[in-house]
């Protein structure tokens, strides 16, 4: 459906990061995991662009997505809405979506590529699914986690979520997993990888090297999915 809507709150995620709410309409239903098109004016244009829903089908009042803030045009005049300005929102699109339907699934996140996730993650804690989820995360410093706080406590309330960050550049007081997702990552995290179903979010590189691990690991390309839309930028 497609609806005009006002900006309900701006949520900071990062120090680049934010997330934007819009009150979210009865009629609206979405997957976890699916995505909408935003539309806001800059300059007397329209300008269009599409975001992963990082907001839960179970949480009722708002629907949101997370974006980074660049230095685009489009991030521009993101940036500069304030609680109350127009917005329309065009949803839901996708199929990159989890609802249940497959036993065990390792969810495979880089940077803002998480939001499609989060959405995922609540939906199975919220409404207690039985599906086994591993969230393998990388990101390249601990300031750079979105939804850190949020994903732990989904962890510790959903005994069947395992949540993995992983840095690139951690210091000295990181205790977790550093580096790269890599085969030998996944079959050590996830013994039973061969009969996981894998999905992949994230920057273009990244989805690439996921292609060729699930490849490394032997796997059909029927077990690996991925967010195809470039809307995370």
Known sequence: MKFETAVKEIVPRTVNVKSFRFPKPEALNYKPGQYLLMTV???????????????????????????KITESEFSTALNGLKVGDWAR????????????????VCLLAGGIGITPFRSICKYATDTRLN???????????????IFKNELEQMAQLNENLRVIF?????????????GVVTAEMVKKEIPDYKETVFYVCGPPPMVQAMETMIKELGLPAAQLKLEAFTGHA
Do not use: M, Q
């Open 41 to 67: 004016k800059s300059a007397g244009k329209d300008l269009v662009k599409p975001f992963s829903i990082s907001s839960s089908p179970t949480e009722k009042e708002h629907i949101e997505f997370t974006k």
């Open 89 to 104: 929102i065009d949803a839901p699109y996708g199929s990159f979506t989890f609802t249940g339907e497959h036993e065990r």
């Open 131 to 145: 599906a086994k989820i591993t969230l393998l995360y990388g990101c390249r410093t601990e300031n750079d986690i």
């Open 166 to 178: 992983i840095l690139n550049e951690a210091d000295s007081e990181w205790k977790g997993a550093t």
